[in-house]
């Protein structure tokens, strides 16, 4: 996981809330909106930490193996 902890505009905890929204969208194909409504994530600025994230961790490994 590469999730930031912290929101980055207001500074809210996003982090403890990746493992449920990872599961619920990516795995039970559920709208992330709705998740999110759901986990109680209202702020926009803290809803952009999860849609925007990319996990690229997989591709790091990558390369420096290389």
């Not at 207001?10 to 709705?34: F, I, L, M, Q, T």
């Amino acid at each position: 996981m590469m999730m930031p902890v912290r929101c980055f505009s207001c500074g809210a905890v996003v982090a403890d809330k990746w493992a449920e929204y990872d599961k619920r969208v990516n795995k039970e194909k559920e709208d992330a909106g709705r998740v999110l409504d759901d986990m109680g994530v209202k702020r926009y600025c803290c809803r952009r930490m999860f849609i925007s994230n990319v996990e690229l961790i997989d591709e790091f490994i990558a390369v420096s193996k290389k």
